[in-house]
């Protein structure tokens, strides 16, 4: 089967390699679309800790089941893939928590992943897509799971307001995920002109933070208060500075990106505000089977995808996913 390997720090390949050996208790799925992921990417830059070459990468996928003998599923059936591996007996795990597993792994990091013509996986991970859910949205239900998991079981109430910073992948999904579940309002700060105009084009209002006062403008724009809820989907320092001049006394901030480094914050300001501050890892089974309902609930989710391209522009596809100003937001590779 066609596959991109991992051979190395900034090295991959399209190659022709077996095709998976099945486990016990695991299907085989044929790949149809494929997203990178910023995981991904750190795993090209030969900056993940666990991921080892030779490995096919990819744990935002799409496809249809090919075996049989799955539960309650034909072989044919059009699905995604939940891809956390959780060992079922630390103390998370036991405590219903097996996404924050001590060991926790994901297919395409731990095990061979979805960036292959097919993909061995668990068979309780295998979730039906919907008729009206394309194989193309399939392989996005894994990023808006990771913003479903953000505002479920925290509090979010409909009619809440919500900032969300910072207008990636999962910065659109965010904002897309809090109008979808009733924000009264969604104001997003991104400086980069495309990024911008692609949220607005999806009807969100948009501001750059260049020359901004933080704390007058989001009062300004609240009423005086702040907002309700505060998205961090940029996770860098100069958004760490901001957070609690945004939020609300005794609003939420919630820190979805992934802090590539350590960053500060004035913890006085939390303290008088009396904010929470939470941070949000992946999703659970339920966040992924709602994602996989969602991502049909508005048309927008699809603009969030600004390239699909054939297996073969592998090395292409991570070019415009790590270039600064490719304009690309979210590139697939599809195996069709
Ligand atoms: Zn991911
Ligand atoms: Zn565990």
Same mark, same amino acid.
């Given at each position: 089967m066609r596959a991109i /390997?991992? *051979?190395g720090a900034n090295q991959i390949a399209v190659k022709d390699i077996p095709a998976p050996r099945l486990k016990e208790g695991w299907a085989l /799925? &044929? /790949?149809s679309h494929a997203? @990178?992921?910023? %995981?991904d990417v750190n795993i090209y830059s030969g900056f993940h800790p666990r991921a080892t070459a030779p490995l096919v990468m990819?744990? *935002? $996928?799409?496809? +249809?089941l090919e075996s049989d003998g799955v539960p309650g599923m034909a072989k044919g059936t059009r699905v995604t893939v939940y891809p956390l591996l959780s060992c079922g007996h630390c103390t998370p795990c036991r405590e219903g928590n097996g996404h924050v597993c001590n060991t926790l792994g994901l297919l395409g990091i731990d095990c061979d992943g979805g960036f292959g013509e097919y993909v061995q996986v668990p068979v309780e991970s295998i979730i039906p897509l919907e008729d009206r859910v394309s194989f193309k949205m399939g392989a996005l239900v894994e990023p808006v799971a990771v913003c479903v998991h953000a505002l479920r079981g925290r509090g979010f109430t409909p009619g809440d307001n919500a900032l969300v910073i910072g207008g990636g992948a999962i910065g659109l999904c965010t904002a897309l995920t809090l109008r979808v579940f009733g924000a009264s309002s969604v104001l997003m700060f991104e400086n980069d002109p495309f990024r911008a105009e692609l949220a607005r084009s999806m009807g969100f209002e948009v501001v750059s933070t260049v020359g901004m006062d933080v704390e007058d403008y989001c009062k300004s724009r609240t009423g005086g208060d702040g907002f309700d809820w505060v998205m961090d989907c940029a996770g860098v320092q100069p958004v760490a500075n901001m957070l609690l001049d945004a939020v609300k006394v005794r609003g939420h901030i919630l820190i979805i990106a992934s802090y590539p480094k350590p960053a500060s914050m004035p913890f006085i300001k939390g303290m008088f505000k #009396? @904010? %929470? @501050? #939470? $941070? +949000?890892r992946v999703y659970r089974? &339920?966040?992924f089977a709602v994602a996989a309902q969602i991502v049909a609930a508005d048309p927008n989710f699809e603009k969030v995808i600004t390239h699909v391209l054939p297996v073969e522009d592998a090395? &292409?596809?991570f070019d415009l996913?790590? +270039?600064k100003g490719s304009n690309a937001i979210k590139v697939m590779f599809s195996f069709d």
């Open positions: /390997v991992y *051979e /799925v &044929k /790949v997203g @990178i992921c910023g %995981t990819g744990h *935002e $996928f799409s496809g +249809t #009396e @904010i %929470t @501050i #939470e $941070f +949000t089974r &339920k966040d090395q &292409k596809g996913a790590m +270039t």
